[in-house]
């Protein structure tokens, strides 16, 4: 057949003939460098074959091929099926082709074409290049299998210039409801309004139907942000309506619609069952939304510069083995700045299985192993090993990235080491050890030890031994103590020698 073409370059030769005429009629794109050839007025081939119909079309669109007149646009048949959407959403925000300023020509008869026209016309485009006129909807959306007894290639391919006739034939194109302009009318339309899809006709949602899902979403995903930013829980045991504790997000979301009567509507007031925008799925994919939003702008405050990790691991709540990435970077102000990356759930400990899990991590947000330039661990063997630890596993695959053993941990480390090496600091923290858990387990000799540890504050205060102020004197709770954590509880144990003096 003529038009059995493969590829776009079979689409655009260089035409054999001098002339220029229209693509709607003869096939030609007047375009620099985009000329098409096809039978002019005749759509069947010399086997008598529809040519527009065979055509699978131009596989690959490109915004060159949006040609603002009319008479020489490539017609939309000419297209892949898969793209000729792509290239109705091109000509519509383009719009119709109305050069009200030109001056228009007249023909032998001294008629020309009138621009008021346009006015009383929206679908009426005008070609400068052929003086003839064109209808955009049929152009963007009449098929060639349908027939029009009047004027069929008229309004699309052949152009329309027989102005004299305009005041009849443009009410005629026009024709009755269920006419091919007026189909192609209701199709053009339809496309621009998506409310008319089929997806859309099927749940029938109404504008205020939108508006109250879009209030309902903001809601949840304003409850989500604060829970998230507070790290509390989202969920509880007993979230039934008759509960008298929902926990913290219907909890919030109660309290938030007896203050908002907007709000209050657009749960309680005509809101399907499956769209409340509250289950638990819903609330972890918001939760999941916020945190990719806190990832993507710490990415993008990095902005591909060097910088250090930290990181550690332990066990979670539910007994599950994590690890915690920090990442360490200097912004454009020269600040040292610290992100807290993300957690990773980690099968074991094992430097393999800890390096791998690095990399993913640091993969998942866009980050490369060879922009990094400072690790930092703790002091155990999977960690800072010389030869299989997690530091040399990554030095080995970037030597620049140096090792530094964290100071928190060595802080805590000294001072187990400090208190072991003298006796009376041993004898001190057992017997610290020994009045913390003698005492929390009594409230009554809690109450004691706080009373008269206030008795003895007071007299101080008036004595002036000490001064009040913000900061100084607070109540604080008493902690148990673990082998590796003295740093982190250092005033604590202050704090639990000066309340044990005040009770001898």
């Known amino acids: 057949m003529l038009h059995k073409m493969t590829d776009l370059k079979s689409y655009f030769s260089q035409a054999s003939s001098g002339s220029r005429p229209s693509t709607r009629a003869s096939g030609v794109c007047n375009e620099p460098g985009i000329q098409v050839e096809v039978q002019e007025n005749n759509s069947e081939d010399a086997n008598g074959e529809n040519i527009y119909g065979q055509v699978e079309g131009i596989n690959q669109f490109n915004p060159d091929h949006i040609i603002s007149d ?28 109305q050069p009200i300023g ?3 020509p007249q023909s032998h008869d001294k008629r020309s074409f009138q621009k008021h026209w346009f006015r009383q016309h929206s679908w009426l485009e005008y070609s400068v290049e052929k003086n003839k006129a064109y209808c955009f909807y049929c152009y963007l959306f009449k098929h060639d299998r349908m027939d029009d007894k009047f004027f069929h290639d008229a309004f699309t391919k052949v152009g329309f210039s027989q102005w004299r006739n305009v005041y009849t034939a443009f009410p005629k194109r026009v024709g009755g409801p269920n006419s091919i302009h007026n189909t192609a009318a209701t199709a053009f339309h339809d496309f621009c309004n998506q409310r008319s899809s089929v997806s859309h006709k099927v749940a029938n949602y109404s504008k205020e139907a939108l508006v109250k899902y879009e209030t309902r979403l903001e809601t949840s995903l304003s409850i989500v942000s604060l829970l998230a930013l507070q790290a509390e829980s989202f969920r509880g045991h007993d979230e039934t309506s008759t509960s008298l504790n929902k926990e913290n997000f219907l909890e ?28 638990g799925t819903i609330q972890k994919e918001l939760a999941n939304c916020c945190a990719e939003t806190v990832t993507r702008a710490i990415k993008e405050e990095m902005e591909d510069c060097l910088f250090s990790i930290l990181v550690d691991e332990s066990r979670d709540i539910s007994v599950k083995e994590q690890m915690t990435i920090v990442v360490r970077f200097v912004n454009k102000q020269g600040e ?24 993913e991590m640091v993969s998942d947000h866009g980050l490369v192993v060879a922009k990094l330039r400072g690790q930092g661990y703790d002091g155990a063997s999977n960690m800072r090993g010389e030869f299989n630890g997690l530091q040399k596993l990554i030095r080995d695959e970037n030597p620049f990235t140096f ?4 100071f928190a941990h060595q802080l ?3 001072i187990v080491a400090v208190s072991k090496c003298c006796s009376s600091l041993v004898d001190f923290f057992e017997y610290v050890t020994s009045i913390v858990n003698s005492t929390c387990a009594s409230c009554k000799r809690k109450d004691i030890l706080q009373h008269k540890h206030r008795l003895n504050l007071l007299s101080k205060l008036e004595s002036g031994e000490i001064s009040s102020g913000r900061g100084k004197q607070q109540e604080t709770s008493l902690s148990r103590l673990g082998d590796t954590r003295w740093g982190s509880h250092y005033k604590t144990l202050l704090r639990i020698e000066s309340m044990w003096e005040s009770v001898i």
């Open 70 to 97: 009319p008479g020489l646009c490539i017609p939309i048949d000419y297209f892949a099926p898969n793209n000729r959407d792509d290239v109705r959403r091109a000509f519509i925000a383009k719009g119709p082709t």
């Open 102 to 104: 030109h001056n228009f």
């Open 252 to 279: 919030f979301l109660d309290w938030y619609k007896q203050r908002n009567e907007e709000v209050r509507r657009a749960f309680d007031e005509l809101c399907p069952k499956n769209d409340k925008m509250i289950s």
């Open 336 to 359: 040292v700045i610290g992100r807290f990356l993300g957690i990773k759930h980690v099968k074991d400990t094992t430097s393999e299985s800890l390096k791998k899990a690095l990399v």
């Open 403 to 406: 090792y530094v053993h964290c």
């Open 412 to 414: 805590q480390l000294i």
